[in-house]
């Protein structure tokens, strides 16, 4: 049996009259029916859009209603939509958006792999040269999965990798 899909208009009121095209993709999250009260895999709907050259606006549409946010990058954009579907006081389990931008080696970098939009982000290995990019909201593979983290795990992996790189990164080794 396949996962509900959550309704949602095929292009949303807000893309409307956007000076860029809107991009529109299903994706897998992971989180508690809100009938039920059972954790179960659905299907949910991204949408995002380049308001300006600069900057990224994204919903994420599920069984949680709609999550909206603005980013530099569709990384960032999703990343804090993420923060708040993982807030354990407003969702307890917290919903997991199963894609590659989720993998807690991942972090959109910026310049090296991945210009504006920002829809590609870079593996992150500590110790290592990034040499590998992901689409950040391609769906997580069975290889993926165990690689998954919430956003504290890629925080804290993004910092690690950094530290290995530059001694003097995160105010001298402080942070």
């Known amino acids: 049996m396949s996962p509900p899909q959550q309704p949602v208009e095929e292009l949303p009121e807000w893309t409307k009259g956007g000076e860029f095209p809107p991009v529109s993709r299903n994706i897998p999250l992971h989180g508690k029916d809100p009938a039920s009260g059972k954790e179960q895999l659905w299907v949910g709907r991204v949408v995002w859009q380049a308001r300006t050259v600069k900057e990224i606006t994204m919903a994420v549409y599920g069984p949680f209603g709609r ?10 954009a999703l990343l804090k939509i993420r923060v708040e579907l993982e807030d354990r006081e407003q969702h307890d389990p917290p919903w997991k958006v199963l894609v590659k931008g989720s993998r807690r080696d991942v972090w ?50 993004c910092m690690e990798y950094f530290r290995r790189f530059e001694p003097e990164f995160g105010a001298g080794g402080v942070l």
């Open 67 to 76: 999550k909206m946010s603005t980013g530099e990058s569709v990384f960032d």
């Open 108 to 157: 959109h970098v910026g310049h090296k792999v991945s210009v504006f939009p920002g829809d590609r982000a870079e593996v992150l290995v500590p110790g290592e040269k990034a040499t590998e990019s992901v689409d950040v909201l391609a769906m997580l593979g069975p290889d993926d999965t165990p690689k998954f983290g919430l956003v504290e795990h890629q925080m804290a992996n």
